[in-house]
């Protein structure tokens, strides 16, 4: 038997394992790729909790810095008045 593809059977059974095979070879390669693309989604889920929360400690870290940051500010101006007002 001849079909368009230049592929030949000795009958139709040949025919029928034939496309029977190449139709469980696609099966497999689908299911093989579902699973890949299932575990990357997975990973992917993971990864974004952690960066969230590194994010978030990171947030945090720069709140805690920024209020020392404006403490230590605030600690200087009040000594630099103490200083002036000591001069006068």
């Known amino acids: 038997m001849s079909k368009g593809d230049g592929l030949q ?10 496309w029977k ?8 390669e689908i299911e ?4 890949e693309s299932d575990e990357f989604i997975v990973e992917s889920q993971q990864l ?3 960066y969230e929360a590194t994010i ?4 945090k870290k720069i709140k805690d810095l920024s209020l020392a ?7 200087i101006d009040s000594l630099k008045k103490m ?3 000591r001069l006068k």
């Open 69 to 75: 940051n404006n403490k230590a500010q605030n600690e």
């Open 56 to 59: 978030e400690q990171n947030e």
């Open 32 to 35: 093989r790729i579902q699973k």
């Open 83 to 85: 200083e002036t007002w």
């Open 9 to 18: 059977f000795s009958s139709k059974d040949a025919e029928i394992q034939y």
């Open 21 to 28: 095979g190449l139709a469980e070879e696609y099966l497999q």
């Open 48 to 50: 974004e909790k952690e």
